[in-house]
C-alpha cells in the first residue's frame, strides 16, 4: 500500500532585515524546502512577517493568518515546519497556546535546526521546557542585572544615560557643568524666594537672554515650562540619586505589551557627584511645587476679585504685589465692610534679608488708574489702525517644526535600534558558555536605549509645548487685540474675574512709584505682552519716567486719580 503524502505549511520569521542566528528569511525558506524534500512532504502554504517580533502573536499577522487556515481546514496540512523554535514564538504560554490550537486539528510542529517533532511525546516536552527556560533565564537575567543597577544606584554612582543638564560626564561620573549650572540655580533661586511660577522663571530666561546649551541635536536655544519643571522636580541638583522613577510595567490586560509609569516611591540615596544647590533649597522648591495649584475657598466678598494682583509689581524688590483685605464691622455690629488694598508679601531678597516696602494702597485707586490710561491710547485712531494690522499676521515656527521633526527621525532610528537589540537578546541560545555576559552586555546597552528613547520623547514633548504655546499665544494675541478695539464700550460691562483675565493676558506688569510723586502720579509704567501701538510705535513696554511724549492726556489721568 502506497504512504500518503504528507503536506505542510512552512513559516518563517526574523525581526528585522538583518539575518538572525546566520539565516535570512530566503535562507530559513531554502533549509525548510529542503527538509521537506528529504522527508518527501508536500508544502502547500508559505507565510513569513518580515520585520516582525515575535513578542506576541497579535504582531504577526501572517502567523494569525497561519493559524486560521489550520482551523478553517484549507489544506488539511499535517505539520507546520519551522527553522527554530524561537521563529515559531518567543514567549511560552504563546508557543504552547499556539501549539495546543494546532493539534487541536491534528497539526503538528517541526522546528528543524532544533530537532523537536511534536508529534512525539517527547518533542513536545522539549518544547515547553525549552520555551520556559528560555523565559524564565531571560527573567532572572533581568532581575539580577537590575539589582546591579540598584546597587550602583546605592552606592551613588551615575548609572548611565544622558548627565542631567548642569553636569556632563567624565569617566562615567557627574561632573558640573559651570556654563550649564549657573541656569539651574537661577531656576531654583526664582522658584524659592520669588512667586514666579515655572512658566515665568521660563519667560524670564528667554527675555534675559540666556541661551540653553544645545545637547543632544536639539537646535532650540529657548527654554520651556516642561523644561524648568524637569530641573525643578530632579533631586540630583542637590547632591541625591533617584533610582526606579520610572519603571517598564505591563499594560494590564494584555499579555506581552509594557509601557513606562512613574513611581511614586523610588530609592533615593547620597550621590558621589557634587550638588549644585543646597539640599534646604531643594526642600523648598519640592514643598512649593505640592503646594501650587491649591485652592483657597472665598466666603467673603465673593463677586470681588483682587484684578491686578501679581501684575502691580513692588517698587523695592520688584516681586508681584497681592490682594490684601481689611474686614471692619459696623459701629452698631450689624455688617462688615471689606475693604481692599494691594500689598507687597515681603519676599526674601537676593542678599537673604526681606522686602521691607510696607505700603499698601488702595485697589479702587489703582485698578482706576491703570484702566483710565488704557482708555486713553485705545482711542487714538492711530492705535486701531495699527491693532488691525496685527491680527491674523502669520508666525513662523518653521525652526521649531525642523526641530521636531529631526527629534521624531531620532526616536524611529532608536526605537529601531532598541527593538533590534531586544531581539537579538532573545536569540541567544542558552547552552553558550558566554550567555550570561553576553545578556548582561545586552542588557545594559537596552537600558540605555530606553534612557535615550526618554530623553527624546521629553524633548518632543518640550518642543511640542513650546509650539501650541506659541499658537496658543496668537490666537490669545489676536483675541485682546480684537477686544482692545471696543475696550471703551465692553469693559465697563465685565465682572471683576473678566477684567482680572484680560488684564492678565494683555498686561504683564504694572510699575508704581514708592510713594506719590508731587505732580501726582502713582504709576510709573506698563509691559505688555503684546507690542502695543503708543506715541507712534509698536511697544512692549512703556516708562513715563524716560519717555519724551506728547501723551499728555496719560499724566493727566495719572494726576486726575492720584487726587482721589
Known sequence: MMKKQQKCYIYTRVSTSMQVDGYSLDAQKDK????????????????????????????????????????????????????????????AADVLSSLQKMQDYGVNLICVEDGIDSSKDAGKLMISVLSAVAEIERENILVQTMEGRRQK?????WNGGFAPYGYQLVNGELIIAEDEAEIIRIIYDKFVNTTMGMAAIAAFLNNSGYKKKLRQNNTIEGFSTSFVKGVLDNPIYCGKLAFGRRKNEKIPGTRNEYHIVKQKDY?????????????????QAHRKRQETGVLQVKTHSLEHEHILSGIIKCPVCGSGMYGN???????????????????CKHRKLVDGHRCTYKRQW?????????????????KNPKFEQEIRKQIGSSIDTSELDREYDGLKDRLNQTTGAKNRLADQMDHLSVSDKNYDKKYNDMQERLDK?????????????????????????????????????????????????EKKTFLKSFLSDVFIYEEEQKDGRILKGFQ???PIYMNGRNVLGVDWDNESTDETVVLLSLKKYAAN
Not at 547620597?270 to 534646604?280: K, L, M, N
Not at 488702595?362 to 485705545?378: H, P, T
Request: proline share 1%; aromatic share 14%.
Open 32 to 91: 525548510l524546502r529542503k527538509y521537506a524534500e528529504y522527508q518527501e512532504m508536500s508544502i502547500v502554504g508559505e507565510y513569513s512577517d518580515e520585520g516582525k517580533s515575535g513578542k506576541s502573536v497579535e504582531g504577526r499577522p501572517q502567523f494569525k493568518q497561519m493559524l486560521s487556515d489550520i482551523e478553517n481546514g484549507k489544506d488539511n496540512v499535517d505539520y507546520v515546519l519551522v527553522f527554530k523554535l524561537s521563529r515559531f514564538g518567543r514567549n
Open 153 to 157: 544606584a546605592r552606592e551613588g554612582r
Open 267 to 283: 530609592l533615593l540615596s547620597d550621590g558621589i557627584h557634587e550638588a549644585i544647590i543646597s539640599e534646604e533649597m531643594w526642600n
Open 325 to 343: 483685605v481689611n474686614r471692619k464691622k459696623h459701629p452698631d455690629g450689624s455688617y462688615y465692610k471689606d475693604y481692599f488694598y494691594y500689598a
Open 362 to 378: 488702595n485697589e479702587d485707586r489703582i485698578n482706576a488708574a491703570v484702566e483710565e490710561i488704557i482708555r486713553k491710547f485705545v
Open 449 to 497: 536605549l530606553y534612557d535615550e528613547i526618554t530623553d527624546i520623547e521629553n524633548a518632543m514633548e518640550e518642543v511640542e509645548t513650546r509650539l501650541y504655546n506659541i499658537r496658543q499665544d496668537k490666537i490669545s494675541e489676536d483675541n485682546v487685540y480684537q477686544f482692545l478695539l471696543f475696550f471703551d464700550k465692553l469693559y465697563d460691562k465685565f465682572t471683576d474675574l
Open 528 to 530: 505688555f505682552k503684546f
